[in-house]
């Protein structure tokens, strides 16, 4: 599985770096290294919302807040 | 050969001091870079007015031809005489370096001047002229692409002396320090920096001399083109994109979208990194063939005030090189500017991205065009020949 964070300008100032962080920890804590690949992006065009994370694909948009719900839903919730 | 040179100095002032009485004056004449260095007798103003008056002298009549004796006879014959020791006294250095390679030594009891090539410390010979009673050293001569100068007052000599050394540093461990830095510095600034804080170290951060060292270094010219913001019209794109990709050029992107861009026209990947090596600056990219891809405005931002500082001289020391050496975006765009061009060219895009004009967001990002404004004009107060298109 693919996980995309934007680190443009804008997705910065809303956190991305919080998110990605957050991101790295849960990966690690559940020993899913290789399993979700984590990369970062340029702008995607898609800023006017929060910050843009894409898994697979599928665009989502995200608060550093919400990561962990997002983790459990999108990623787990996904791999099964 | 057409001879390029960086040049930059650095002083400390004797401990106590407000004003120092070193004075260095660089210049540009038409086919020719000078750089002088004078060092008035005595401290304070009294020295700092005699350093003044000689480079000053010696800088407006040597842009207008005029010839040495003619500089020297004017000095003696201008400065005023100190009360306490009956003389009108300042040492000088005098470098003119012509395009055509040509250069042009005279010195006058300053320190010998350092003259590092290949990195070996070459002699300079003795050719000693009287002139109005004063002893003057001229040497004649070539220099090579690669060749570094250092003029010194001396309190560079006198460094540590009765504190920690008994007699001071003398000139051939100076050179000998000099030809070690050489190796390791590749701007004219860091050079002259590195020299002048193991000075102050000497001197245990109390000088108790005017120390100064001017450096000047020749160089290749240097290009870096810089791309940034992406064009208003999204068909200039490829022409963008082309320009910028013209000529022998270090290439810079900074920016997401122009990244995008200019991943696309030239059909390279682009690889984001997610090293925050820096919170406040998003992290680097990669494309194959390009210096360096960063994001937009907040690294520029960053880029640009450390610029300043450099180029106004706010506390230009090891601490800024360190800051300068740091592998964030702002950093790594700032060392290129400061250190690694002779020739910048701007390429900015004018579209104005939606997602920026969001009052929700802590930071002002519209203001690309301003950022690239203050970039111009520093980077010309660095000597530095800028060029901008917009698209």
Not at chain 2, 52 to 68: D, P
Not at chain 2, 84 to 107: K, M, P, W
Not at chain 2, 136 to 153: A, H, K, P, T
Not at chain 2, 362 to 383: C, N, S, W, Y
Request: hydrophobic residues 40%; glycine residues 8%; charged residues 25%.
């Amino acid at each position: 599985m693919t996980v995309t964070i934007c680190i443009g300008s804008s997705c910065h100032l809303k956190g991305s770096r919080e998110i990605i962080q957050k991101l790295q920890e849960l990966v690690c804590q559940n020993h899913l290294e290789e399993k979700v690949d984590l990369n970062g992006s340029f702008c995607t065009g898609n800023c006017v919302k929060g910050v843009c994370v894409t898994v697979d694909g599928e665009l989502f948009s995200l608060k550093p807040e919400d990561t962990e719900t997002f983790f459990e839903e999108k990623v787990l919730g996904r791999l099964g | 050969m057409q001879v390029t040179v960086d040049v930059a100095y650095k002083s400390l002032n004797k401990f106590t001091e407000e004003l120092c009485g070193d004075k260095v004056e660089l210049l540009k004449t038409a086919d020719s870079d000078i750089m002088i260095l004078a060092d008035g007798m005595g401290s304070g103003v009294k020295a700092n007015i005699l350093a003044t008056l000689t480079s000053k002298i010696l800088g407006n009549m040597f842009l207008n031809g005029a010839t040495l004796e003619e500089c020297v006879e004017t000095i003696v014959q201008t400065l005023p005489v100190c009360q306490v020791r009956q003389v009108a006294y300042a040492t000088f250095s005098i470098l003119q370096v012509f395009h055509n390679g040509d250069a042009y030594l005279v010195e006058f009891d300053n320190p010998g001047c350092i003259f590092v090539r290949d990195g070996r410390l070459m002699e300079i010979p003795s050719n000693i002229r009287e002139l109005e009673g004063k002893k003057i050293n001229e040497y004649r001569f070539r220099v090579q692409r690669g060749d570094c100068f250092l003029l010194m007052s001396d309190g560079t000599i006198h460094a540590g002396v009765g504190m920690i050394l008994n007699f001071g540093w003398d000139w051939k461990e100076i050179a000998e320090y000099a030809v070690k830095q050489y190796r390791l510095t590749v701007s004219a600034s860091r050079m002259a920096a590195m020299m002048v804080k193991a000075c102050d170290d000497l001197y245990l951060g109390r000088p108790g001399d005017d120390t100064t060292v001017a450096c000047m270094r020749i160089i290749d010219r240097k290009v870096v083109n810089l791309l940034t913001g992406p064009p208003k019209k999204a068909e200039d794109d490829g022409q963008m994109v082309a320009s910028f990709m013209e000529g022998e050029a270090k290439r810079i992107v900074c920016g997401g979208t122009s990244a995008n861009i200019v991943s696309r026209v030239l059909g390279r990947k682009l690889k984001p990194t997610l090293d925050y090596v820096d919170p406040e600056i998003p992290p680097i990219a990669y494309i194959d063939g390009l210096e360096l891809v960063t994001e937009g405005v907040l690294t520029l931002n960053r880029a640009v005030n450390l610029m300043k500082r450099y180029a106004n001289d706010e506390n230009i020391n090891e601490k800024f090189f360190l800051e300068l050496d740091k592998k964030n975006g702002g950093s790594m765009v700032a060392k290129m500017l400061i250190e690694d061009c002779t020739d910048l060219n701007l390429f900015v895009g004018k579209a104005i991205n939606v997602a920026h004009q969001n009052p929700d967001l802590p930071f002002d990002l519209g203001i690309r065009q301003h950022l690239v404004e203050q970039l111009k004009v520093t980077a010309e107060k660095m000597g530095k020949t800028v060029t901008i298109t917009y698209y």
